[in-house]
């Protein structure tokens, strides 16, 4: 028996078995890994736009079908591409099995659409891996104990991945995409923008949330919980990618590591509300049982010859403006003397970076960079690693050009041992 | 609770679901089916073409796919048309719920895409038919003892069909499909065709195989063996259909019950070989080892000078001439004096019907209505319920039309007890 370089789970997307020849050309890149010595498991979504197919098919069919009926169809999507993956290794002398989400011990809570992965058995792909055999694993989909088929939701076939990854004891987690990793910001925007080698977990789901679509949050946090290494990287080009491992392990921590930009937001913002406790939790509960998700939250009292007075701004998603606008109008109603403005237009922009806990002065010099670029700030959020300003959404663009300038984000910067 | 009317297999073929409108339809029928007190469980095949695409697919991506993953592929054509189907029947209010095969306890040898069925487990559905949920239960798939996906082969939706009819003991099985039923011949060929309200296994069996492809031999077979009254009709017709049972429950026995013609057939005859008893057993065995399936077979002894000489004739389908007539030109070569002889046009021209066996002269009349019509008969083979003749291709319709003419099977003959 050879020795294994490294146990590696492989996850690659729609787009990169989109067609039958891309579907040979993952079967030679697996084959090559398996060559170089390392044991693998691979994960594969559905085939290029398969799933919004189903989804369209079954619209056509139902106004409301059942959950379970959705998963069984779109279970469907990568059933077809994991046969078509194992088929074209086993014709490169490539050992390869094709396992369903029950063949592969999937198992989930049974909340059809977007079920919670309870736990793997990985018996029996252990026995395939022992075997020399590469199990190619249905990503997104699972079973209950019940036996009846689930899904996991959107950028389900990621956690399929990294949960495949944790439960086999991988070395590492590789999710290959039609990106070369994860950037400084959206090059588009800002052409000097670069691929960085690392990030940490939170920075990851700080710039996945705000609008860098590489990885699903939920994957992120999976990965972190067990200190799985995540590479992103391009399926088919030769670039090492971008590795997310916990903070700890980076060997650089920057104050700023990427720039992000959602240029969908709408601000509302209530103002004269009564200073009361109960008022921001019981708004936002209203928001919350209309089904909106408010992003940027901010709140401000005035102190009036009245009483005290609550400001309240939010921002959300330009599709839940609607519903969101609806909801504050009856809140405003009835509070005397509260009125509702609406900004249909603005931007949020955010410096992500897990080294901003250590420098003072990162905010500032954000609010300075936008402030010489003539950005008016209209709202301010920050956390730990992250802070983000609400600007008018035409100069969204701008600002993200003035923060990555700023901090000198196009830069590479050498390796160095941390302080602790 | 409502008493139960009967409880009923309804089989849906591709074209019955081959777009959502036709899904709304099918959906349609059976809730209407519930509404008038039958229990129903619902079998349906894949979409349209979906199966060949998937085997199209396939094909672009390995030569030679491991049957494994041919299974796994395949079987998610059913799993569309199952939820689709399912999700259409609870928007209308019928409770149902879709299976897959392992869901639906249909457990299968391991023989990956001709998968024999072991049994079925009906628990799980006799658990939803007692609620008044209608199962709709993927068609054409199978698992194993181990867990593995497999599929039954082409014509395995029928046979799926007609298994969970005689497992859930139900008093009959219908095939909803594009025809209204089984004719007397093609009606593009004798325009007086007549559709048949019945036939017996046996001569559905001929029927099947000799070119009326409505219903695949297999499910015949096995309803047959459990005496599963068969039901072939329109999916959206209002037609009564055929109804397909045993003989001895068919209300006329006709001598003659249909005519069917095979045009696709090639003819070889080897000449001189010796009389030896070990020649047609060897020779066969050589067809069949070469994958040939041999259909109609004639063999004379010619008493010679030099010893008795065997003539050997048979046909094969069209597709199989060339690796037949490889097989038989060794032969040849290796038998001095022996000579091959291939007729690459010819047609089998079958009349078929369980009364046969106590009508003589039933094969007489078809040679003496060939011969009226200046038909050349180049071979013949007979069976208790089926004389074939093996005439020129280009008078394959003709040998119809006068056998149909004979045998008057446009007239419609009143029911009447026979004679046991």
């Known amino acids: 028996m050879r020795p294994v370089m ?10 990169s078995v989109g067609t039958a020849a891309r579907v040979r050309a993952v079967a030679d890149l697996v084959a090559a890994r398996c060559a170089a010595g390392d044991e693998v498991a691979v994960v594969v979504s559905a085939m290029g736009h398969a799933t919004d197919h189903l989804v369209d098919l079954m619209a056509q069919v139902s106004e409301r079908p059942p959950g379970r009926e959705v998963d069984m169809l779109l279970a469907s999507g990568e059933q077809v591409s994991i046969a078509l993956v194992a088929a074209a290794l086993e014709g490169l002398g490539v050992p390869a099995r094709s396992m369903l989400g029950f063949q592969a011990g999937m ?3 049974a909340d059809h659409t977007r079920a919670a992965i309870a736990r793997v058995e990985t018996g029996r792909l252990e026995a395939l891996l022992a075997e020399g055999i590469v199990p190619v694993v249905a990503g997104f989909q699972g079973i209950t104990e019940d036996g009846e088929v689930t899904t996991l939701g959107r950028g389900g076939s990621d956690t399929t991945a990294v949960a495949l990854a944790v439960a086999l004891k991988a070395d590492r987690c590789e999710i290959c995409t039609d990106v070369d990793g994860v950037y400084t910001t959206d090059p588009r925007v800002v052409p000097e923008a670069r691929l960085l080698p690392e990030v940490a977990y939170d920075e990851m789901l700080e710039l996945a949330s705000l609008g860098a679509k590489v990885l699903h949050p939920r994957s992120v946090e999976l990965a972190a919980r067990s200190n799985m290494p995540l590479v992103v990287r391009s399926s088919f080009g030769s670039h090492p990618g971008t590795i997310v491992r916990g903070v700890d392990q980076l060997e650089i921590r920057h104050p700023v590591t990427g720039v992000t930009v959602d240029l969908d937001q709408v601000r509302l913002v209530l103002r004269g509300l009564p200073d009361r406790p109960d008022i921001p939790p019981s708004l936002f509960m209203a928001l919350a049982q209309a089904g909106r998700n408010v992003d940027v939250i901010t709140m401000l009292v005035r102190t009036g010859p009245g009483g005290d007075q609550l400001d309240l701004g939010f921002t959300v998603a330009s599709g839940d403006r609607k519903a969101a606008a609806e909801v504050a109008t009856r809140w ?12 249909d237009s603005v931007a949020k922009v955010s410096i992500v970076g897990a080294g901003m806990v250590h420098h003072p002065g990162v905010a500032a ?4 960079a936008l402030e010489q670029a003539a950005i008016p700030i209209r709202m301010i959020a920050t956390s730990e690693i992250k802070v983000s300003c609400v600007v008018p959404r035409h100069l969204g663009l701008a600002a993200v050009q003035a923060a990555h300038r700023r901090f000198a984000l196009h830069e590479v910067r050498q390796p160095r041992v941390l302080a602790r």
């Open 6 to 15: 490294a146990r590696i789970v492989l996850k690659y997307g729609g787009t």
């Open 107 to 109: 198992v989930t809570a």
């Open 332 to 343: 405003v109603a009835s509070h005397q003397g509260a009125t509702l403005e609406i900004d």
């Open 365 to 368: 010099g954000l609010f300075e």
